[in-house]
């Protein structure tokens, strides 16, 4: 055997580096060493042949190869896991822990407080002997491999913090001895090491993380820390089998104290266990089925938090989810009434539901951060988080109880109110339709975007059922899916048609809006009234013809399939082969063919009266009359260039909308001779030599006409 101190050695042959071994590079046969620390802190290492380890690791890349799911609680809450860990190493109960925040020197002028620098976690367990020691030096160390270790925990502080120092006393043989080191950055896992005699009574250790890296500590208050400290370490807290060591926060600043074990045992307690009805629940994997054990807790005063799901791996919370992703009735909190009102306040709280297995302690990652199977699905595995999380949701929510069942039924009633007030044509979908997903309060918007989605999907599946009907040779089977189809199909025409009648309702309101004067006492321009019924500088090129509210001057128009809207007849060129133009003159057709009649229409502004006046360039009957001329003389084409077919015997339809004060009805009585109608809302004429009936119709017949025709439809939804 021979000896040496830390360093490179020629021994037999053989490149040695003594600094630290371990077993989790082993590398090839060759030559090792076994190495221990003497008392005076010199290095014996004895060569065993047979393996040679290597001793070096790049440090800075694992640390940098860090990133599943860590933050920077992560060291703090492996720090006091370690220290439990140690404690329950010689104590079967009993214990204490304390954990001092460290803060830097400036203080913020808002809150008074300094940024938090680091942590020191201090015990009283076993401390770093010679196997704890070399356990630390050991990537992937297997020491606490029964307790669920991963041997990499340490490497998470200096993925948040820049030095980690170790002072601890152990036991030696009967004799309490002191040890001190640092964790390396380089290739070193322990640098800086001395052990000496010490006068200490008892063993423990004290564990030192700082100089906060580019990410900042989130959180600068005791009470802030404490509870995201408790609500990690809560697996702890409750174990049924281990009693937790009492865990101390301590603010180095002022020295103010937290108990977090006071959480859970003062009267006035903050965490409060809720009976869950199925504390177990069983998820078949692929091969075998999984039991997952859900607890699940009130937390109270929660400030900005949410209620959420914590899957646990060897007794440390691994991920969450907010339980609103699988229950939108969570996103709020909750409230506990006293039943003394007059000396108590409610106390608001959320939800926290922990959740165990044997599943998730195999499945963890290494950094804790994450597990190996997959988010939403899980082919490999056989159970995905999300499978887990949902089924947890189930669980809290049964054990909240009426609380979830009030907010559901409020949430129904503001779905029922949109529908009843704003969307009626939804009535019958709604009736099918899982409004679970929605939030908890539902804009209309979200109602709306969800019936048009349940629409869609109801659609797509009987178009699907009618393909299936068709590609089917089975008569028999197909009558009764033809009638189960039909009825699907005859629900959503309903639904299309209601949708169309209350689009109507709303569109009047909006005319008779337009016909009245504004808050200056002046009536509405031509252009805004045109607008409803059909909007200007527009063709079918840029605007479906379903679009038009044609249907308010006559419901024939309907059938429209090509419209131009205030665009000039000479020189417009549309790839459609009927001609419309609005506004100065317009007029509809079927085909070109010289037997379908042609529609002109003319609109004037409300309560405008002077195309009455005998120098007026604007009168409206005679434009309708020269536009019927030019068609005839063949002056225009169809916008594919073709003649517009009209013959003798072609009949034409004009129209002139506007206000009928007593200057206009004198004009078109005595001068133009046309008839009133019946109801004197109108007048009519007919010119036999061009074969054009016109008509001259007050905008409150138009309004009035279309209401009346629209009144029993609107009646029937009640609107």
Same mark, same amino acid.
């Given at each position: 055997?021979?000896?040496?101190?830390?360093?490179?050695?020629?021994?037999?042959?053989?490149?040695?580096?003594?600094?630290?071994?371990?077993?989790?590079?082993? +590398?090839?046969?060759?030559?090792?060493?076994?190495?221990?620390?003497?008392?005076?802190?010199?290095?014996?290492?004895?060569?065993?042949?047979?393996?040679?380890?290597?001793?070096?690791?790049?440090?800075?890349?694992?640390?940098?190869?860090?990133?599943?799911?860590?933050?920077?609680?992560?060291?703090?809450?492996? !720090?006091?896991?370690?220290?439990? *860990?140690?404690?329950?190493? %010689?104590?079967?109960?009993?214990?204490?822990?304390?954990?001092?925040? !460290?803060?830097?020197?400036?203080?913020?002028?808002?809150?008074?407080?300094?940024?938090?620098?680091?942590?020191?976690?201090?015990?009283?367990?076993?401390?770093?002997?010679?196997?704890?020691?070399?356990?630390?030096?050991?990537?992937?160390?297997?020491?606490?491999?029964?307790?669920?270790?991963?041997?990499?925990?340490?490497?998470?502080?200096?993925?948040? $913090?820049?030095?980690?120092?170790?002072?601890?006393?152990?036991?030696?043989?009967?004799?309490?001895?002191?040890?001190?080191?640092?964790?390396?950055?380089?290739?070193?896992?322990?640098?800086?090491?001395?052990?000496?005699?010490?006068?200490?009574?008892?063993?423990?250790?004290?564990?030192?993380?700082?100089?906060?890296?580019?990410?900042?500590?989130?959180?600068?208050?005791?009470?802030?820390?404490?509870?995201?400290?408790?609500?990690?370490?809560?697996?702890?807290?409750?174990?049924?089998?281990?009693?937790?060591?009492? %865990?101390?926060?301590?603010?180095?600043?002022?020295?103010?104290?937290?108990?977090?074990?006071?959480?859970?045992?003062?009267?006035?307690? *903050?965490?409060?266990?809720?009976?869950?009805?199925?504390?177990?629940?069983?998820?078949?994997?692929?091969?075998?089925?999984?039991?997952?054990?859900?607890?699940? $807790?009130?937390?109270?005063?929660?400030?900005?938090?949410?209620?959420?799901?914590?899957?646990?791996?060897?007794?440390?919370?691994?991920?969450?989810?907010?339980? *609103?992703?699988?229950?939108?009735?969570?996103?709020?909190?909750?409230? @506990?009434?006293?039943?003394?009102?007059?000396?108590?306040?409610?106390?608001?709280?959320?939800?926290?539901?922990?959740?165990?297995?044997?599943?998730?302690?195999?499945?963890?990652?290494?950094?804790?951060?994450?597990?190996?199977?997959?988010?939403?699905?899980?082919? %490999?595995?056989?159970?995905?988080?999300?499978?887990?999380?949902?089924?947890?949701?189930?669980?809290?929510?049964?054990?909240?109880?009426?609380?979830?069942?009030?907010?559901?039924?409020?949430?129904?009633?503001?779905?029922?109110?949109?529908?009843?007030?704003?969307?009626?044509? =939804?009535?019958?979908?709604?009736?099918?339709?899982? $409004?679970?997903?929605?939030?908890?309060?539902?804009?209309?918007?979200?109602?709306?975007? =969800?019936?048009?989605?349940?629409?869609?999907?109801?659609?797509?599946?009987?178009?699907?059922?009618?393909?299936?009907?068709?590609?089917?040779? +089975?008569?028999?089977?197909?009558?009764?899916?033809?009638?189960?189809?039909?009825?699907? %199909?005859?629900?959503?025409?309903?639904?299309?048609?209601?949708?169309?009648?209350?689009?109507?309702?709303?569109?009047?309101?909006?005319?008779?809006?337009?016909?009245?004067?504004?808050?200056?006492?002046?009536?509405?321009?031509?252009?805004?009234? =045109? @607008?409803?019924?059909?909007?200007?500088?527009?063709?079918?090129?840029?605007? @479906?013809?379903?679009? =038009?509210?044609?249907?308010?001057?006559?419901?024939?128009?309907?059938?429209?399939?090509?419209?131009?809207?205030?665009?000039?007849?000479?020189?417009?060129?549309?790839?459609?082969?009927?001609?419309?133009?609005?506004?100065?003159?317009?007029?509809?057709?079927?085909? +070109?063919?010289?037997?379908?009649?042609?529609?002109?229409?003319?609109?004037?502004?409300?309560?405008?009266?002077?195309?009455? +006046?005998?120098?007026?360039?604007?009168?409206?009957?005679?434009?309708?009359?020269?536009?019927?001329?030019?068609?005839?003389?063949?002056?225009?084409?169809?916008?594919?260039?073709?003649?517009?077919?009209?013959?003798?015997?072609?009949?034409?339809?004009?129209?002139?909308?506007?206000?009928?004060?007593?200057?206009?009805?004198?004009? !078109?009585?005595?001068?133009?001779?046309?008839?009133?109608?019946?109801?004197?809302?109108?007048?009519?004429?007919?010119?036999?030599?061009?074969?054009?009936?016109?008509?001259?119709?007050?905008?409150?017949?138009?309004?009035?006409?279309?209401?009346?025709?629209?009144?029993?439809? $609107?009646?029937?939804?009640?609107?």
């Amino acid at each position: 055997m021979g000896s040496c101190r830390e360093g490179s050695r020629f021994w037999k042959g053989a490149v040695i580096r003594a600094s630290i071994l371990r077993d989790s590079f082993v +590398n090839d046969v060759s030559i090792g060493l076994r190495c221990r620390y003497l008392p005076v802190g010199e290095r014996r290492c004895e060569a065993v042949a047979g393996v040679r380890r290597l001793s070096s690791i790049n440090i800075k890349r694992a640390v940098e190869n860090i990133r599943s799911g860590t933050t920077v609680y992560t060291p703090v809450i492996e !720090l006091i896991v370690n220290a439990i *860990q140690a404690i329950r190493a %010689i104590k079967p109960a009993g214990g204490l822990i304390r954990v001092t925040i !460290l803060r830097g020197k400036q203080i913020d002028m808002i809150d008074r407080l300094a940024s938090v620098d680091g942590f020191i976690v201090e015990d009283d367990g076993i401390g770093f002997d010679q196997a704890h020691r070399d356990s630390f030096d050991t990537l992937y160390s297997a020491l606490k491999a029964s307790d669920g270790g991963k041997g990499f925990g340490r490497f998470t502080c200096l993925k948040y $913090f820049d030095h980690l120092s170790v002072e601890s006393v152990f036991n030696d043989n009967g004799e309490l001895r002191s040890r001190r080191f640092e964790m390396g950055t380089g290739n070193d896992i322990i640098i800086s090491e001395a052990v000496d005699e010490t006068d200490e009574g008892s063993t423990g250790s004290k564990v030192t993380i700082d100089g906060v890296k580019a990410v900042k500590f989130p959180d600068k208050g005791i009470d802030i820390i404490a509870r995201v400290l408790v609500e990690r370490l809560l697996p702890y807290f409750i174990d049924r089998n281990s009693e937790c060591p009492r %865990i101390v926060v301590v603010d180095g600043k002022d020295g103010t104290t937290v108990i977090l074990n006071d959480y859970l045992s003062l009267d006035n307690r *903050q965490i409060v266990e809720l009976t869950v009805a199925e504390p177990q629940i069983v998820i078949s994997s692929q091969e075998e089925e999984q039991a997952f054990d859900v607890r699940v $807790f009130k937390f109270y005063s929660p400030r900005a938090s949410k209620s959420k799901i914590a899957l646990v791996a060897h007794r440390r919370e691994v991920t969450d989810v907010t339980i *609103q992703t699988y229950i939108p009735e969570f996103a709020d909190e909750f409230y @506990d009434k006293p039943e003394d009102r007059s000396t108590s306040r409610d106390r608001n709280y959320v939800v926290k539901a922990y959740v165990f297995g044997d599943y998730l302690d195999r499945n963890v990652s290494l950094e804790r951060g994450a597990f190996n199977f997959q988010r939403d699905s899980d082919l %490999i595995y056989g159970i995905s988080q999300s499978q887990i999380e949902a089924r947890v949701a189930e669980a809290a929510r049964d054990a909240v109880g009426e609380e979830i069942s009030a907010r559901r039924e409020r949430k129904a009633a503001r779905i029922e109110e949109y529908i009843a007030t704003e969307a009626p044509w =939804h009535r019958a979908l709604s009736r099918e339709a899982d $409004f679970s997903s929605l939030p908890m309060k539902p804009s209309p918007e979200e109602i709306e975007l =969800h019936l048009q989605t349940a629409k869609f999907q109801r659609e797509v599946q009987t178009r699907a059922q009618v393909r299936q009907i068709l590609e089917s040779e +089975n008569t028999d089977a197909m009558r009764d899916q033809v009638a189960e189809v039909v009825a699907s %199909i005859s629900d959503t025409s309903k639904n299309d048609l209601i949708h169309y009648v209350s689009m109507r309702k709303c569109v009047l309101d909006l005319f008779g809006r337009a016909l009245e004067i504004d808050d200056s006492g002046k009536h509405r321009s031509e252009g805004e009234v =045109h @607008d409803i019924i059909m909007p200007r500088r527009k063709n079918t090129e840029t605007l @479906d013809y379903e679009q =038009h509210n044609l249907w308010i001057l006559d419901e024939r128009l309907n059938f429209t399939e090509y419209v131009t809207s205030d665009l000039p007849i000479d020189g417009g060129r549309t790839d459609r082969s009927d001609v419309t133009i609005f506004n100065r003159r317009i007029a509809f057709r079927g085909d +070109n063919q010289p037997s379908n009649p042609i529609t002109i229409f003319e609109f004037k502004k409300p309560q405008r009266h002077d195309f009455a +006046n005998p120098s007026s360039d604007d009168d409206p009957v005679q434009q309708i009359i020269r536009y019927v001329n030019q068609i005839r003389e063949g002056r225009f084409k169809t916008p594919k260039g073709r003649d517009i077919l009209v013959s003798d015997n072609t009949t034409f339809y004009g129209y002139v909308v506007c206000d009928l004060p007593k200057k206009v009805s004198d004009w !078109l009585l005595y001068e133009k001779n046309f008839t009133v109608m019946p109801d004197a809302l109108g007048y009519f004429q007919w010119f036999p030599n061009i074969r054009l009936y016109m008509e001259v119709l007050s905008w409150t017949k138009v309004l009035a006409d279309a209401e009346m025709r629209n009144k029993v439809f $609107f009646h029937k939804l009640g609107i």
